[in-house]
């Protein structure tokens, strides 16, 4: 367990005995709480998975955020908990309805039925200049999609990119596909930090990063 730096709104506290991440929110997916507060596993989250292992995204609370591969919630739901306006975008249908749900006690929780891959879909809606690109897409061309999505973020803001090897290309080593997802942003982004995930989540790499 780290000592790195925390967002406001997100705290270590005990659950059953056991200290864990915690958010202020409704419970979304039957996670333990405590009162106001809600234990935010990174066994199910990729960017709990980065806090818990100490890497330092940046992250201050409140920010402004573009969250892709949103799924049902489970993780954009916590973002939402302690960040600004928080977009959420998710192509299927069927996590979107639980989507729709986590947000109707979050008031900046913005639910969108997009496609990551195709941000001009979305872009009338999402405002320019967000603080934070938070990535989590099941799909091949993670790195285009980062780079592609690079179109709002700020000059000073942060990409939080949980990159899939298995998605990339199931008959690579995990490490060779990490190099090549880590070089492609290179064409957009300076990185600024990487690490390996498997304490709870296999095959994965998560990377912190800003723009060029």
Do not use: C
């Not at 064409?187 to 296999?202: I, K, Q, S």
């Amino acid at each position: 367990m780290s000592n790195a730096t925390l967002p406001d709104g997100v705290e270590r506290r005990t659950f059953d005995g056991t200290e864990r991440l915690a958010t202020r929110g409704d419970p979304v997916y039957g996670e333990p709480t405590d009162g106001e507060w809600r234990a935010w596993s990174p066994n199910r989250s990729k960017l709990g998975a980065m806090f818990d292992l100490g890497m330092e995204t940046g992250l201050e609370g409140g920010e402004t955020v573009l969250y892709l591969g949103a799924a049902s919630g489970t993780t954009v739901s916590h973002v939402a908990d302690f960040a600004g306006p928080t977009y959420a975008v998710e192509f299927a249908a069927r996590p979107a309805r639980d989507l729709l749900e986590a947000a109707e006690s979050r008031p900046r929780l913005f639910p969108l039925l997009k496609d990551a891959r195709k941000p001009e879909t979305y872009a009338h809606v999402v405002e320019s200049n967000v603080d934070v690109l938070i990535q989590d897409v099941a799909t091949r061309g993670q790195a285009r999609v980062a780079l592609e999505n690079n179109r709002f973020l700020a000059d000073d803001g942060r990409l939080l990119l949980a990159v899939k090897a298995r998605s990339e290309d199931v008959t690579r080593e995990p490490a060779d596909v990490f190099e090549d997802v880590r070089a492609a942003l290179e064409e957009g982004y300076e990185v600024l930090e990487t690490r390996r995930l498997e304490t709870y989540h296999a095959d994965h790499l998560g990377i912190v990063a800003q723009p060029r």
